[in-house]
């Protein structure tokens, strides 16, 4: 094992042992009642068991009424709006199928929302999405409160459905829990040619309907969208979490092998079972070695920079703290290996073929940087997921790959990487800590020294650019009051093809912000997600107008160039809009959200850490706010209540 990779794993096991022991005492207890009582709905009364099979089908009524079979959950977020999630309307009938062919019996418990980011994108829905990930978490938690199920098979894809689910399925820690997934959609119009179309667009040259012509030849059918963006970081995440069963994570939806592959996890599931002999809980399968797996591959990919909230959230659920300095030091041993949009110009399709997950895991198993000594959903070991599955006579059989990648372009062995480290940086200086993707931006972009251009809303420098106003200089815009207790935290994405115009003309532009940029954004520098954030006080809103700031990517720095003496005089500007400003698009029922809301660098969320539910660990691990008051008007501390739990 690579002395660093088991030094930062020992290090998250240290500071998590109160939490993660109380964790797994609770799960276990739970677990060891459900192996001596038999299945879950066997204890319920006699009125409560009626209520849960009134509606079943003839043929599975007899299961549900007796005590035999075990019970196994479907939560779904399928709907017909998002392509990622279209490919799910099919799966309940083939997962019950599956279900009583192995001896179970399945119902859909629940579905939970599952909103597009892509959708979106710069309107005011964009603000919830974050927030989204919580909700379905306590979704997910309301679909399994009815105590009828054994395990749960999850089906979800994009952005924040996946961490939401992950979450939701912890706090039933002892059930086991596999996630099936949808798959991607064939590949469309080439990632280069759209990216150039949204600039042709930016600056005018193009009208609307070349743009949607564009828009509709890469977003074309079910399935993910192709690029390496969240909801893909997800479904990579999942596999080297031994969550999915192998290889199933790039299948392409509605083919022979996808229909398989979901039956098999149907089955899978039932086998799992506390009532079978490889019983396999969720919160015993998710436990240090796993997280630092899951932190590994998104190294290693260059993955979703959403991931450095999403990760820290989800390993919360299981009582373990995750936090930056823990990417920042693995960052340093992980090389990048592959180039997929917006790293590349390949999708996950040309990921997929050229070995994919299966050659990924298994060069990163053999170099001693992922942990093969884990707990998967397919059983003991991630060696189990080198093997790619491949139908024979219409099952899945599983073999071994043992070619290295097909496409050098695409992905890289651990020998001859893209770059030597991993290709999401930590920075922190003067304005707090932030998190940069450094994976797609060209090395002469990781380096610039430039006034600042101040926005409190995306929406002005869109304005200004469209102005004229942000041509001819360097600059880097600073836009603030984003973050989890101002407005919910929205991408910034749609800043991405204005700035990348002027890069373009030679330009030097950067972002500095405390909102989220896209899975998607690729060549602008961005330092994101900074902490603390304007509306809890951060340094983020003492920034003026002309003020030199300089973001250094590569050595991880990011500092605005003002005497100290200057900025202790100075008070914030702006201010994140009150509740009562705060309206529409069903913004104003989350207002509750953005008072909870955590730091970005401990999840951004409004849960505690599991198994240390105390004062110190509060809601989201952040700062309980009087009511009808953000974090700023509380007069909360900026201080991040991690502070001291990073050795």
């Not at 001896?103 to 309107?123: E, K, L, S």
């Not at 207790?485 to 002027?502: D, Y």
Request: overall charge negative.
């Amino acid at each position: 094992m690579n002395p660093l990779i088991q030094d930062v794993t020992d290090r998250i096991a240290e500071r998590s042992a109160a939490s993660r022991a109380a964790y797994l005492e609770r799960i276990r207890r739970d677990g060891a009642a459900a192996k001596a009582k038999g299945p879950a709905r066997a204890h319920l009364g006699c009125a409560n068991l009626a209520h849960g099979f009134a509606s079943a089908s003839a043929e599975d009524k007899p299961a549900l009424r007796g005590t035999a079979k075990p019970g196994v959950a479907i939560v779904t977020s399928y709907n017909d709006m998002l392509s990622a999630h279209q490919p799910y309307e099919t799966y309940p009938p083939e997962l019950k199928a599956a279900v009583r062919k192995a001896g179970g019996v399945a119902q859909v418990a629940g579905g939970v929302p599952a909103m597009c980011d892509g959708i979106t994108q710069g309107r005011a829905g964009m603000e919830l999405s974050l927030y989204s990930r919580d909700v379905i978490a306590m979704a997910t938690a309301i679909a399994l409160s009815h105590d009828m199920f054994d395990a749960t098979l999850l089906l979800g894809v994009c952005d924040k459905i996946v961490p939401g689910l992950f979450v939701g399925a912890l706090h039933f820690g002892h059930l086991p829990a596999i996630f099936v997934p949808a798959g991607p959609m064939a590949s469309g119009l080439p990632n280069k040619v759209k990216a150039r179309t949204r600039q042709l667009f930016a600056e005018g040259k193009v009208g609307r309907d070349e743009l949607l012509d564009a828009e509709a030849k890469s977003y074309h059918s079910p399935g993910t969208c192709t690029f390496y963006g969240t909801a893909n970081s997800n479904q990579a995440l999942m596999e080297v979490m031994g969550l999915h069963l192998p290889g199933s994570t790039f299948v392409n939806p509605h083919t022979e092998l996808r229909h398989a592959l979901t039956q098999a996890a149907g089955r899978r599931a039932v086998e799992i079972t506390a009532h079978g002999s490889e019983y396999t809980p969720i919160g015993e399968l998710v436990d240090e070695k796993a997280i630092v797996n899951a932190c590994v591959a998104l190294l290693a990919t260059g993955g979703s920079t959403n991931h450095t909230i999403h990760l820290v959230a989800m390993a919360a659920a299981a009582g373990i703290v995750l936090t930056w300095d823990d990417f920042a030091r693995l960052s340093r041993v992980v090389p990048s290996l592959t180039k997929i949009y917006p790293n590349g110009q390949a999708d996950v399709n040309h990921f997929r073929d050229a070995g994919g997950m299966q050659v990924l895991i298994g060069d990163l198993l053999d170099e001693g940087l992922l942990h093969a000594d884990v707990m998967t959903v397919a059983g003991r070991g991630l060696d189990r997921y080198r093997e790619a599955p491949e139908l024979v006579d219409g099952e899945p059989v599983w073999s071994p790959v043992t070619g290295g990648s097909s496409d050098l372009d695409v992905l890289r062995p651990v020998a001859a990487p893209f770059s030597p480290d991993g290709g999401i940086h930590m920075l922190s200086g003067n304005l707090g800590r932030a998190v940069s993707k450094v994976s797609a931006v060209k090395p002469e972009h990781l380096v610039i020294e430039a006034p600042a251009r101040v926005f409190d809303d995306q929406l002005d420098l869109l304005t200004a650019f469209e102005a004229g106003e942000l041509d001819g200089q360097d600059f880097v815009a600073v836009i603030r009051y984003q973050g989890p207790s101002a407005n919910g935290m929205p991408e910034l994405h749609k800043l991405t093809p204005p700035l990348a115009v002027l890069l373009d003309r030679g330009q030097r532009v950067a972002i500095v912000t405390d909102g989220r940029m896209s899975g998607a954004s690729g060549k602008v520098p961005a330092a994101i997600h900074l902490s603390p954030e304007a509306a809890d006080g951060g340094p983020i809103a003492l920034v003026r107008d002309g003020d030199v700031i300089r973001l250094d990517s590569a050595a991880g720095t990011l500092e605005l160039l003002v005497p100290a003496e200057e900025l202790a005089r100075r008070t914030p500007e702006g201010r994140p809009l009150s509740d009562a400003q705060w309206v529409g698009t069903g913004r104003e029922l989350f207002a509750a959200f953005r008072r909870m809301a955590g730091h970005a660098e401990q999840g951004a969320g409004i849960f505690g850490l599991s198994g240390a539910e105390s004062p110190h660990h509060g809601p989201g691990l952040g700062f309980p706010a009087e009511a009808g008051a953000s974090h700023l008007e509380s007069g909360a501390p900026v201080a991040a209540q991690h502070a001291g739990l990073a050795r």
